[in-house]
T-cell receptor, first 115, second 111 residues
Framework: GAVVSQHPSWVICKSGTSVKIECRSL??????MFWYRQFPKQSLMLMAT?????????EQGVEKDKFLINHASLTLSTLTVTSAHPEDSSFYIC???????????FGPGTRLTVT | DAKTTQPTSMDCAEGRAANLPCNHS???????VYWYRQIHSQGPQYIIH???NNETNEMASLIITEDRKSSTLILPHATLRDTAVYYC????????????FGIGTKLQVIP
């Protein structure tokens, strides 16, 4: 149990376009979902935290108008990278919590390359 | 959340126990110690967590010192598939429980 999926697993897009990444909890309802970004040879950096039905809380330095997060249901959160630029190329990872006391379950990640 | 300190890298012979240390000297009373690992180009995987008692599951054992200022993750019989970056994280339960990842320990299991 506690499986989190992401779609797509990798995507290549042109500069200036928008890309949507989906994160789903497959066998549990997630009260909270998190979005991380990881650049090569670096650790994961938390971008934002979202609870179902409410606005996401963004970490300092993360542009909320550029990285749109929608947590419309207890099993789905989406991250949209708007007007993507090459510097947005990264590994994006989501995670989900079953409840406030549970550990985080991570998705497999989405590799975004902006050309 | 309390900060953690881990060695940057470690090697372990296949079949031997891998002991990964973590210092968290500023841990507070309501903070748990969590361990995750990340195999190359994959999402992190939860391993184990504990508050003050030692814990064991099918993947690993977690030994927490009595003063809770340090802990050790033990993989009893390391395999090549255990090669990964291991993250020790301290975080409080409840609320958002957001997790801050440090650099972690790169464990290389050697045949």
């Amino acid at each position: 149990g506690a499986v989190v999926s992401q779609h797509p697993s990798w995507v290549i897009c042109k500069s200036g376009t928008s890309v949507k990444i989906e994160c789903r909890s497959l066998d549990f309802q997630a009260t909270t979902m998190f979005w991380y970004r990881q650049f090569p040879k670096q650790s994961l950096m938390l971008m934002a935290t979202s609870n179902e039905g409410s606005k996401a809380t963004y970490e300092q330095g993360v542009e909320k108008d550029k990285f749109l997060i929608n947590h419309a249901s207890l099993t789905l959160s989406t991250l949209t990278v708007t007007s993507a630029h090459p510097e947005d190329s990264s590994f994006y990872i989501c995670s989900a919590k079953r409840d406030v006391t549970s550990e985080q379950y991570f998705g497999p990640g989405t590799r975004l390359t902006v050309t | 959340d309390a900060k953690t300190t881990q060695p940057t890298s470690m090697d372990c012979a296949e079949g031997r126990a891998a002991n990964l240390p973590c210092n968290h000297s500023t841990i507070s009373g309501n903070e748990y110690v969590y361990w995750y690992r990340q195999i190359h180009s994959q999402g992190p995987q939860y391993i184990i967590h504990g508050l003050k008692n030692n814990e064991t599951n099918e993947m690993a054992s977690l030994i927490i010192t009595e003063d809770r200022k340090s802990s050790t993750l033990i993989l009893p019989h390391a395999t090549l598939r255990d090669t990964a970056v291991y993250y020790c994280i301290v975080t409080s339960s409840g609320g958002y429980q957001k997790v801050t990842f440090g650099i972690g320990t790169k464990l290389q299991v050697i045949p």
